[in-house]
């Protein structure tokens, strides 16, 4: 993602992350993903198929407001609005536009929940470029579900809640830290709603001590104490393995225990790492959501549109 939205909401505002976060894998040297493709992924070629080149420009100008959608963008930003939605792809795959597919389809449940995304991606002020990009990512780069491997993982939420999230995260990433609360709102606001599993993904090569901690995690939590061992770590400004031990002692952990514990669940992490690089993660934190990697916002705005969005086609 190209863009820092600004979401003017107060209560979301401080929490805001950009989609490209904390460190790519091993081998490479950057720090963000590669950059999106300046193209208009093919979304003005998103017209009915069998439009002609005059009914299709009169389409791009159709202005006639959406049933039941309240509308509060103004000038340009209402303007463009109409321009996407009239030549953005139906988000159901169908040989039609957005628009027709909210205003004639209505076997596409995903419709209505696909122009709001529109309206909040442009009172965010994404550009059309973004705004189309970012519509792409939702609505037609599904590609292959992702099976990852969470029996061991750590899981927080409702279990055999319809939306199942898996998140890669690196303890030294501060990108992850900020992402933590956020996370703990989304959880909160869509309680029964959500399954999270926490997938260990150390970036050595940038933050040595995110090994230590990963274990030290995943040691705890063999003790049923993820969550307060989770939440001192992150606070933790060092992530050695005696400061990590002694946070352990802290706690009041089974010393014994959790050395054992600790040197026990290093392959563990190794094939946290292995299976979440395979997945194609090269940046912390990721999240995936339903066997699908997310490529929106990592926003709670945004995730729990995805959510609800996600209940209501499949309930």
């Known amino acids: ?59 791009a100008d159709d202005t006639t407001p959406l049933e039941g959608i309240d509308l509060k963008l103004e000038g340009e930003k209402k303007t463009l609005f109409y321009k996407l939605v009239n030549s953005l792809k139906s988000p159901c795959g169908k040989a039609h536009s957005l628009r027709t597919s909210f205003t004639s389809d209505k076997s596409c449940k995903r419709a209505p929940f ?5 309206i909040s991606l442009l009172e965010d002020e994404a550009n059309e470029q973004d705004a189309r990009s970012e519509y792409a990512k939702k609505y ?5 579900p992702v099976k990852l491997d969470v029996s ?19 303890y ?10 956020a996370m703990a709102q989304i959880l909160k606001d869509k309680e029964g709603q959500v ?75 190794t094939s946290d790492l292995k299976q979440a690089e395979d997945a194609g993660v090269d940046s912390t934190p990721s999240l995936f959501f339903n066997e699908r990697k997310y490529e929106g916002p990592m926003h709670p705005k945004y995730i729990e549109m995805w959510i609800d969005e996600e209940v209501a086609v499949n309930r």
């Open 152 to 170: 061991k993982a750590p899981h927080e939420g409702t279990e055999g809640a319809p939306v199942r999230l898996v998140e890669c995260f690196d």
């Open 140 to 144: 037609e780069k599904t590609g292959e």
């Open 195 to 269: 399954s999270l599993s926490l997938l260990m993904f150390p970036i050595e090569s940038k933050h040595p001590g995110s090994r230590p901690a990963a274990q030290a995690a995943l040691a705890a939590n063999l003790q049923g104490k993820f969550g307060e061992m989770h939440d001192k770590l992150f606070e933790a400004t060092s992530h050695s393995r005696d400061s990590v031990f002694g946070l352990a002692k802290e706690m009041g952990l089974d010393m014994a225990k959790f050395t054992k514990d600790f040197a026990a669940v290093d392959p563990q992490v």
């Open 1 to 59: 993602m190209n863009y820092n939205l600004h979401v003017s909401n107060a209560r979301i505002s401080g929490h805001f992350i950009l989609a490209v976060l904390c460190a790519p894998l091993l081998l490479s040297a950057a720090c963000e993903k590669k950059p999106a493709k300046t193209t208009d992924n093919g979304a003005m070629a998103a017209l009915d198929q069998s439009a002609s080149t005059g009914s299709a420009a009169a389409a």
């Open 114 to 118: 696909a122009v709001r995304y529109v």
């Open 172 to 181: 030294e990433c501060p990108h992850c830290k900020v992402f933590k609360s």
